[in-house]
């Protein structure tokens, strides 16, 4: 059972007042906050064995190659990919899927070709492949979505067929919550011929995700959701896809031989970290898992559900407000309050000391599906506690009250 009390100990932001009032944090989806065993590790790092890795025979330069090779080693642990060949660290989701689009992709996709994705995705898993699309002369597909958010799988045997090369899904959604049947959808793509590439920004830190058991072949997400440094993120992939890819970005450090005119690459995994790596963030990302593992993803997963669910109910006796997404859901709830601009709620609800996000989310046509311009959204994570509701529902009520409604 987990004690959050003792966990928001950990978390020295939390610690402060916003406006006069205690922080409220209710933005974990767009980033998390960090332990203080996180900024220590990184700190640590540059402290004491600063250096650059893999290149120099030297102490320091042998206990930071240590360190962040470790660090590759609890990402395999922590997402149960089967070798650390398969690991690649990259800048964050963004980042991995636009490697996936680029150096599978384009190499894979012609005319007649298909990549299949949803409306709920967020703009960094529809642009690329828009781009790839428009590359290679293949053809974006949407699976439909459900009245509530959600994905029938039906809907997903309807739109894959045998010229999809490509389905690329959330696992959440980082607007509805909703949590998409992942191992299910790459069991349909698989049987079509196609692969299967997950966004997990916003499932790696809240649940427990076991690549090999979904059978994706590649699973991208980013460190500063899941307590992490920012600048950090993972493309885990199968080896027999990644060996045969060609890198992302060419210089030092991803080579094995460089001629005049010709060069070869490094093995997995380094032949896509090209220059410097994020060393540091890497040490954090490390000492950001060892904390998760500590406190376990099952509980984590349990707690924000039940401060969804509690927040729900909430939010549902206040009149007006309209909340989106289905009910079984992730730990966010996103909502709008009639004749309130979600802009609005936000700002008022700052004065108080209370973080949430307001805007499209990065998910525009998916604000177009819900008929909406933005949305505000509380995100919810380990250190949040049912007050933290309390006070962002007396909040929101203030809110609506300063802009003259009468419920």
Request: charged letters at 25%.
């Given at each position: 059972m987990m004690n959050v009390q003792d966990i928001r100990k950990q978390f020295p932001i939390l610690h402060q007042e916003v406006n006069g009032n205690p922080l409220v944090y209710l933005d974990s989806a767009a980033t998390s906050q960090k332990p203080a065993q996180v900024i220590d590790a990184v700190e640590r790092y540059y402290k004491e064995i600063n250096s650059?890795?893999?290149?120099?025979?030297?102490?320091?330069?042998?206990?930071?190659?240590?360190?962040?090779?470790?660090?590759?080693?609890?990402?395999?642990?922590?997402?149960?990919a089967s070798s650390t060949e398969e690991v690649i660290f990259t800048r964050g989701t963004t980042t991995a899927l636009n490697m996936v689009a680029s150096s599978y992709g384009r190499a894979n996709l012609s005319e007649g070709d298909e990549v299949v994705i949803t409306p709920m995705e967020h703009h960094s898993n529809i642009i690329p492949w828009q781009q790839v699309v428009k590359a290679t002369g293949a053809t974006l597909k949407y699976i439909p979505l459900q009245p509530d958010g959600t994905i029938a799988l039906e809907d997903v045997e309807k739109t894959v067929t045998e010229n999809t090369k490509i389905v690329s899904v959330m696992q959440v959604s980082n607007v509805l919550g909703t949590i998409n049947p992942i191992k299910e959808m790459a069991a349909i793509a698989h049987r079509n011929g196609a692969i299967m590439v997950v966004d997990g920004a916003q499932s790696t830190p809240h649940m427990n995700i076991d690549v090999q058991d979904l059978d994706c072949d590649f699973f991208a997400f980013s460190g500063h959701k899941m307590c992490g440094p920012t600048g950090i993120g993972v493309l885990y992939g199968k080896r027999q896809l990644l060996e045969k890819?060609?890198?992302?970005?060419?210089?030092?450090?991803?080579?094995?031989?460089?001629?005049?005119?010709?060069?070869?690459?490094?093995?997995?995994?380094?032949?896509?970290?090209?220059?410097?790596?994020?060393?540091?963030?890497?040490?954090?990302?490390?000492?950001?898992?060892?904390?998760?593992?500590?406190?376990?993803?099952?509980?984590?997963?349990?707690?924000e559900s039940h401060l969804a669910k509690y927040a729900i109910e909430q939010l549902s006796t206040i009149e007006g407000v309209t909340i989106y997404g289905p009910e079984k859901r992730a730990g966010v709830v996103t909502f709008n309050s009639d004749e309130v601009h979600p802009h609005d709620v936000a700002t008022v609800l700052d004065t108080e000391g209370i973080a949430v996000r307001a805007g499209h989310h990065c998910a525009q046509p998916l604000m177009k599906w819900l008929e909406v311009s933005a949305t505000a959204r509380a995100s919810f994570y380990l250190y949040n506690t049912e007050e933290d509701v309390d006070t962002f529902v007396a909040g929101l009520r203030k809110a609506k009250e300063f802009f003259g409604n009468v419920f």
């Open positions: 650059n890795v893999h290149r120099g025979v030297h102490t320091l330069g042998t206990h930071a190659t240590d360190a962040y090779e470790g660090a590759r080693e609890k990402v395999r642990e922590f997402i149960h890819m060609d890198p992302f970005e060419f210089g030092g450090e991803m080579i094995d031989y460089v001629g005049l005119y010709d060069s070869t690459w490094k093995d997995l995994p380094w032949k896509f970290e090209g220059g410097t790596p994020i060393i540091a963030g890497a040490v954090g990302l490390g000492a950001a898992i060892d904390f998760l593992n500590e406190i376990g993803m099952d509980n984590i997963q349990q707690h």
